[in-house]
Nanobody, 119 residues
Framework: QAQLQESGGGLVQAGGSLRLSCAAP????????RGWFRQTPGKEREIVAA???????YYAPTMKDRVTISMDTAKNTVYLQMNNLKPEDTAVYYC?????????????WGRGTQVNVSS
């Protein structure tokens, strides 16, 4: 089972920034697209951003002005830079691989990292 390891979550004040990291140890999933989803209690998991071959990127329309997804291929790590965070961004953020943007789904998932934004 491929593993994805998220880090970088935490508590931040509204207007602040966080950078989430998603590593895939051992070079696994290096040839798969990767993405970030988030979920709040009572709501469906929603896609935030994805990155694929040739540095193609997708951003959810509601997030595109405040987030940047990038990948360090040497480290096999994907990052999600989030700026101007709002309380409604509070959620568990999941890293994923083999993302299907059309269906908002993925084949591989991390365990998630909690992001809390205080007002």
């Amino acid at each position: 089972q491929a593993q994805l390891q998220e880090s970088g979550g935490g508590l931040v004040q509204a207007g602040g920034s966080l950078r989430l990291s998603c590593a895939a140890p051992g070079g696994t999933l290096s040839n798969r697209n990767r993405g970030w989803f988030r979920q709040t209690p009572g709501k469906e998991r929603e896609i935030v951003a994805a990155i694929g071959g040739r540095d193609t990127k997708y951003y959810a329309p509601t997030m595109k002005d405040r987030v940047t997804i990038s990948m360090d291929t040497a480290k096999n790590t994907v990052y999600l830079q989030m700026n101007n965070l709002k309380p409604e961004d509070t959620a568990v953020y999941y890293c994923a691989a083999d993302v299907q943007i059309a269906t908002r789904s993925a084949k591989y998932w991390g365990r998630g990292t909690q992001v809390n934004v205080s007002s």
